[in-house]
């Protein structure tokens, strides 16, 4: 039983899991890898070599050690500048394209009646409040000049189909009752 060939062990071992942490650095293709695998390998023999029991403790120290290490390692290696050129950072909502100040905009839109401004097939221009509007009806061919009603408001478009209620263009000669 040689203290050599324990001490030669764990520094086997050891290197192992720093090979392993080079491989996640450095683009080698697996070479670290396998050479940290055989490292581990070796360096477990030769703790067997010593002793069962000390064998046992290391390949257990080793079993345990080797998730903690990956976790670590997947930890920092986003943090690291290869890390974060390799990786995808998501933007934060204010940043979103549905958050801009005109698609917010279209939003206030939902429930309103406008009027087409030209044929609807299933996409055209329409008009509310006086504003022209990029539109698509919800599958249907409207025609020009129809009443309209905003369904939804999507990525810069509106939805809108047939609003039910009179003419726009009879609109102007449309009596009010009083109700006096």
Known sequence: ?????????????????VLVGLEVFLPTGGILGMLALSSMAVGIAFAFKYGTISGVVVLGLTALGTPFVFKLLLWVWPRTSMGKMMTVHSTSAEETIG???????LDLLIGKVGKTLSDLRPSGIVEFNGRRID???EGILI?????????????????????????????ENVQIPSFN
């Open 1 to 17: 039983m040689d203290i050599g060939s324990l001490t030669l062990g764990i520094f086997l071992v050891v290197l192992g899991f």
């Open 143 to 171: 025609a020009e000049g129809v009443a309209i009603l905003c369904v939804s408001a999507q990525g810069g478009h509106i939805v809108v189909k047939p609003a039910i209620g009179p003419d726009l263009n009879d609109l």
């Open 99 to 105: 958050n801009m100040a005109s698609h917010l905009a």
């Open 135 to 137: 539109a698509i009806s």
